[in-house]
């Protein structure tokens, strides 16, 4: 099962509310356009890990990950 759209919803969500409590909250997720839009205004930086576990070899290496923060 995959994690989709809507866990991604509800794991901004959480974020959110625990950003609104005053913790300080970070999480790493996939660098897509989506992710970007759900954490629009937070702290959000590129970093790059790498992956050795994939079904194409060609595509194992460094890839674009995004840490989002409600911190500086």
Known sequence: ESFGEE???RLAKVFRK???KGCYVML???????????YAG???TTVYA????TC????RGPIAELVIRNYT
Do not use: M
Not at 28 to 38: A, C, H, I, M, P
């Open 7 to 9: 866990d991604q919803i």
């Open 42 to 44: 937070f702290n959000i």
């Open 56 to 59: 194409r070899g060609d595509r």
């Open 18 to 20: 625990l950003a609104a």
């Open 50 to 53: 790498k992956r050795a576990i």
């Open 28 to 38: 790493s997720n996939s660098d897509t356009e989506f992710v970007r839009e759900l």
